[in-house]
């Protein structure tokens, strides 16, 4: 019976189980092992089993990581994949993010079989995410529009808009992409209609902060400019305290050696955004996302206290 080397935690949906294998396969070919040598462990998550409320009433975003983390703790696992926008701003104080595999499209993606974008759609109809960001920006752009929340996997949340439960509904291009299904994206949503989520599209790799093997073995397959990115948005998302009961958005960008964010925090009805931006050196990256956390903090004052 062949023993793995490796073991790698994650959920069981499909593009869990993709960003997992893409993972395994970069482990592989950069330490010249077989796939076989790396195994694939899916667990289920309290995130998971509960699909009829939304996160914001049953524990946030930790309620997609909580098993897995525990199972890395034990030694059950010895790396887990995750979608870094579904991570917590602080994570345990025995783990860490320590490799980034590159970051895919961050923006979101509008779907809709009846129409080709958002100033489109028919006035008042109904649009399903599960997702506050998304949420406050779509009321922000289109107030007369009822938002249901609509949870579940992307091929779950695609057959309902196809039953025509909603006129439309939002994904993160990254996913589709990656479960190649980049052809239902009827238009990607620009970024001054929908600022993504923090380190949306980017996928990271946790293990024990103590486990120096794991780290040696994942530092040939870090992509540093990611992990650059993902360092100023997650900083941002840590001072503003947040939360998936949160609308906040980030993102960075670098070019030249150069790093640019603009991050922004919502009320939940869309009618008020608190916007900051900066742009400086990649080694400045975390203290960027933090200023930009303080500025929008400040400018939020109490119209975003009961968001924290």
């Given amino acids: ?62 309620l997609f990581t909580k098993e897995i983390e525990e199972a890395l703790v034990s030694g059950a696992v010895d790396l887990a994949v995750h979608s870094m926008k579904d991570m917590p701003a602080v994570l345990p104080a025995s783990l860490a993010i320590t490799a980034y595999l590159p970051r895919e499209d961050a923006r979101d993606a509008f779907i809709s079989n009846l129409c080709a974008r958002i100033g489109d759609l028919q006035q008042g109809c109904t649009v399903g995410s599960a997702s506050v ?108 305290d947040g939360s998936c009961r949160t609308p906040i958005a980030g993102h960075a960008t670098l070019k030249n050696g150069v790093i640019s964010f603009r991050g922004e925090a919502l009320t939940l009805d869309g009618r008020m955004t608190f916007v900051a931006e900066r742009t400086g050196a990649l080694a400045d990256a975390a203290r960027l996302g933090r200023e930009a956390g303080e500025e929008v903090k400040a400018k939020g004052g109490g119209h975003l206290l009961h968001l924290a």
Avoid: Y
């Fill in 1 to 62: 019976m062949h023993t793995p080397r490796l073991k790698i935690g994650t959920r069981g949906s499909r593009l869990a189980l993709a960003q997992a294998e893409e993972t395994r396969a970069r482990l592989a070919a950069a330490h010249g092992w077989a796939p076989a040598d790396i195994e694939i462990v899916a667990i289920t998550t309290t995130g998971d089993r509960i699909r009829d409320r939304p996160l914001s009433e049953i524990g946030g975003k930790g």
């Fill in 133 to 240: 960001r998304r949420a406050a920006q779509l009321k922000r752009l289109r107030p007369d529009i009822t938002v249901v929340s609509l949870r579940g996997n992307v091929e779950t949340r695609l057959a309902k808009l196809d039953r025509g439960e909603v006129a439309a509904t939002f994904l993160a291009c990254a996913g589709l992409n990656r479960l190649g299904l980049s052809h239902r994206i009827t238009a990607p949503v620009p970024e001054d209609e929908m600022l993504p989520a923090v380190a949306q599209g980017a996928i990271g790799i946790e293990i024990r902060k103590d486990d120096m093997r794991m780290r040696e073995l994942l530092a040939a397959v870090n992509d540093a400019a990611t992990e650059i990115a993902v360092t100023c948005e997650r900083a941002f998302l840590a001072t503003l």
